[in-house]
Structure formats: structure tokens, C-alpha cells
């Protein structure tokens, strides 16, 4: 389990273009890779275009109580990026006049952010659909501070997605940390206490599975079934949804996967997995991803790989959405990720 | 030092044997998806039982293969390595079963 993150370490993929290079040049033994662009060229899918927008995912800094081995933002509690007030006011702004129903907000561990609550409470007076807000579940026991935050979600009717890389407490540790598995459990059970997750409740509680290791994630309704029952029979827990998302290979996942030599393997398992119904709804097409310095990115993975949105219209404060719309998707190999077997997006599958 | 036998990429390379005979290759490859699919037995039963026989037919390729598929299901290697005992109970009850045709032949030759 790592304890810093690939920045504070000084690890050479902590930087965009190494990731980029490694990607694009391939590390390949047998073989080569097809580009992203030419496979999805075949079906005549090249370029990907954004369609309207649906979704403003906010990343509210990258600074997380947990350092998890497969972390894509590389996050953790060296990280200090953070968005400002100011920043939050400029999404503020675009929340109001936008066409987004949904709003998205990530980290890091968003919480941390000192404006976290601020900027919920401004933003839920706003009037969207849907206002996820990404916990890593630990944060809510991580100390007194945030003892509350459950409470604070069902004030303002927020949709709590949560991360839960396994049912078993070996694996969850293994991934995110030790003693990551009972706090994780024990924040469950008190969202579960304020009514988040039960049949029939308003208050959405969903969780998150992603491998914990270098191979894809099984089948979600299968995967669903299997966390509900063993969550229920072991601790009488309570969820809606599950969402299978699989791992990029970006930051420490990344890392992982060239450390433990996994890397070509895994590049060709999305490769072979690879499905071109995937491709026609992958989430940059109704998702904007603002990153903690107000940029604009096509996801969370391209804020992450340094690669900004192809537009005039390239930070909040110069936010347009005509000239965001019909934007070609900026790809590159990392893009497999998304589209490999049932397809992979922050609300889980795509096809 | 020689190459080993088996090469782990040789895996990827298995859709391949469709080249030199096409119509047994892919009615192997249809017979293999339609086994495969969610029956009276669940997938990942499948997953499990393919699991063992992987191992009792001490297949390299195929323990590779679903090693990977079941931790994709979420099996936990707790339950995989059960699953390979009861390969392994199988193969060596079906070894000493044998022993009683032993032991007959040698009531009928030396009783
Ligand atoms: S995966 Fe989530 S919880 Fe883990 S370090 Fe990254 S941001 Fe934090
Ligand atoms: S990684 Fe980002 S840009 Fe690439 S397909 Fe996925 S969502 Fe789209």
C-alpha cells in the first residue's frame, strides 16, 4: 500500500508526458498495440464529438485522507492542490447557466476541500437534478470534523457515491489502506442510519467497484448482487446501485501495473476487450471535468494526463458552452479503459 | 538456455487456430462461448468448476485464464483455492479408488 504520493515521492510518472510517452510508445515485448484512434477509426468513429452537456464534474483538489495503490488522480494528504472560493464562484456561475442537469463533485477527497461545505450548500440552492458528491466513506470517521457529514449530505439531498473495492475486508485493505475496510463499513452504516441507501429511500447511495488488481471488472449485475448480500448478511448493510468501473492506466495505477509487470498484459486484456458499441457514449461526451485551477477538461482521466479540452473555450472563467459543444474528444491509448467490454464511465457501464 | 514450451503470450495468440481449419476452430470457439454462458449454472460456478479442471489438467494457458476471470468476479482466492482442492480430492480419489481393482487383482492372483 502506498503511503505518498508518486509527486511527494519525486517518481517520474508523476509527471503528465512520462504517463504520455509510456502510452503512446508502448513498453511491448511481443507485438504492438493499434492506437485508440485507428481502432476506433475502423467503425468510423474517429473523432469522438461531444454531444450536449449533461454533466460538470468538479474536481475540488487532489488532496485525499487515503493514498490507495490505484489511484488515477495520484492523490493523497501531500497533495495540496485545492480550489479556491473564487474558482467555486466561476462553476457557480456556469451551474446556473448551463444546460448540466447533473453535478459531479470529486477529488481527491472532496471534503477536505475548506470550502466543501460552502460550496454544497450555494450549489444545491442552484437547482440541479442531481448532485453526486464522490466519498471515499473513510473521510466521513476520519475525524471529528466530519463526524456530521452524513447528517449534512441529507440536508441538502445529496447523491452519495461511494468507493468499495470489495466485500471482504483482505482485498478492501489491500487497495486503500489498512483498517480502510471498517471505517468504510461503519460510514455505510451511518448513512444507512440517516436513511441514505435504503429501498424506496429519496437518498441515493450507490457504491463504486473497481478491480484491486490488474484485471477488469466483472459483470456489474452479477458483481451488485454480490456485494448486497454479503454487505447485508454480514453487516446488515444497505445500497441502490453498484457501479463496475475499470482502472486506467494513469498515476499509480500505472505504476503499478509496470512495477508489477502487468502493464503489457493488461494494455492488450482492454485492447482484446475492446467494443466499439462502448465507444458512442463514453462520458466525455456529456461530461465536462473542471479541474481545481478551473480548467476544462474532456474527463477526470485527461484532467489527470495534463490533456486540456480542444477549444477556444479552455477555463471556467471563459466557459461557452456552444463552442464546448460538437468539441472533438482529445484521446490517446489511456481511452482503452473506457471502452473495454461493457464499457466504463463514473455511473459504471455504457453498453 | 532453449525456449520454455509454454510462452504466456501464446494465450493471446489461441483465436488463431481458426486459421488452419475454420470450421472446426469456430464451431470449438461457439460450443466453448455457449458452455460458458449463464445456465442452470451460474457463471461463475462455471468460472470456479474451469477454475479446477485447469488445474487437474495442469494447463498453463488455462489456470493463467481463469485465475484472471474469476478474481474479475469477484471471487476471492480463498474460494479459489478451495475450488482447486476439490480438484485435487477428485484426482486423487479417482488415483486410490484404483487401488480396490489392486487389491482384487491381487485377492484373484494371490488370495
Ligand atoms: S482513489 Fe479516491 S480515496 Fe483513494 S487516494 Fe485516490 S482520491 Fe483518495
Ligand atoms: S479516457 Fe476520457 S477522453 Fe478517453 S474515452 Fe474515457 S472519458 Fe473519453
Redesign the interface.
Known amino acids: 500500500m502506498a503511503t505518498k504520493s508518486l509527486k511527494k515521492l519525486g517518481n517520474d510518472l508523476a509527471q503528465s508526458n512520462k504517463q504520455i510517452e509510456i502510452l503512446s510508445n508502448g513498453i511491448f515485448k511481443s507485438g504492438e498495440l493499434p492506437t485508440f484512434k485507428d481502432k476506433i477509426s475502423e467503425t468510423s468513429q474517429f473523432p469522438i464529438k461531444a454531444k450536449k452537456l449533461e454533466i460538470l464534474q468538479i474536481n475540488v483538489g487532489y488532496m485525499c485522507n487515503q493514498v490507495c495503490d490505484h489511484c488515477h488522480v495520484d492523490a493523497g494528504p501531500d497533495r495540496k492542490e485545492i480550489m479556491t472560493r473564487d474558482t467555486m464562484r466561476q462553476c457557480l456561475e456556469v451551474i446556473k447557466n448551463s444546460g448540466a442537469h447533473t453535478l459531479d463533485l470529486t477529488g481527491g477527497a472532496p471534503e477536505m476541500n475548506p470550502d466543501f461545505r460552502w460550496f454544497v450548500e450555494e450549489a444545491a440552492k442552484v437547482g440541479i437534478k442531481d448532485f453526486i458528491v464522490r466519498s471515499n466513506l473513510t473521510i466521513i470517521r476520519a475525524n471529528k470534523k466530519y463526524y456530521d457529514l452524513p447528517e449534512f449530505f441529507k440536508k441538502h439531498n445529496v447523491h452519495v457515491v461511494s468507493s468499495m473495492p470489495h466485500w471482504t475486508r483482505g482485498k478492501t485493505d489491500k487497495q486503500r489502506g489498512d483498517g480502510v475496510f471498517d471505517k468504510s463499513i461503519k460510514a455505510l452504516q451511518e448513512l444507512n442510519a440517516v436513511g441514505y441507501g435504503m429501498p424506496g429511500s429519496d437518498l441515493k447511495l450507490d457504491l463504486v467497484y473497481n478491480p484491486s488488481g490488474a484485471f477488469l471488472p466483472g459483470d456489474q449485475v452479477a458483481m451488485e448482487k454480490d456485494f448486497k448480500k454479503a454487505l447485508m448478511d454480514d453487516f446488515g448493510i444497505e445500497f441502490h446501485n453498484l457501479f463496475a468501473i475499470t482502472n486506467l492506466p494513469i498515476a499509480r495505477f500505472l505504476d503499478y501495473l509496470i512495477a508489477s509487470e502487468n502493464y503489457e498484459d493488461y494494455m492488450y486484456s482492454l485492447v482484446e476487450a475492446y467494443n466499439p458499441a462502448a465507444v458512442e457514449n463514453v462520458m466525455c461526451t456529456n461530461t465536462l471535468s473542471i479541474s481545481w485551477d478551473g480548467y476544462l477538461f474532456d474527463c477526470d482521466f485527461n484532467q489527470m494526463l495534463e490533456l486540456p479540452v480542444n477549444s477556444k473555450s479552455r477555463h471556467i472563467s471563459e466557459f461557452n458552452e456552444e463552442l464546448l459543444e460538437g468539441r472533438n474528444i482529445v484521446i490517446s491509448q489511456h481511452c482503452y479503459g473506457c471502452t473495454a467490454g461493457a464499457g466504463s464511465s463514473c455511473q459504471g457501464v455504457v453498453a | 538456455m532453449s525456449k520454455p514450451y509454454y510462452d504466456?503470450?501464446d494465450l493471446?495468440k489461441f483465436g488463431k487456430i481458426t486459421e488452419w481449419s475454420e470450421e472446426l476452430g469456430t464451431k470449438f470457439f461457439d460450443y466453448y462461448a455457449k458452455v460458458f454462458e449463464e445456465g442452470a449454472l451460474?457463471?461463475?460456478e462455471k468460472s470456479l468448476i474451469a477454475l479446477a479442471v485447469a488445474h487437474t489438467e495442469q494447463c498453463p494457458y488455462c489456470i493463467d485464464a481463469y485465475t484472471?476471470d474469476t478474481?474479475?468476479?469477484?471471487i476471492?482466492k480463498e474460494q479459489m483455492m478451495e475450488a482447486i482442492h476439490v480438484g485435487a480430492a477428485i484426482k486423487s480419489g479417482a488415483t486410490l479408488v484404483h487401488g480396490v481393482q489392486m487389491m482384487n487383482k491381487v485377492n484373484k492372483l494371490d488370495g
Open positions: 504466456a503470450a493471446r451460474t457463471a461463475r484472471k478474481l474479475q468476479r469477484g476471492t
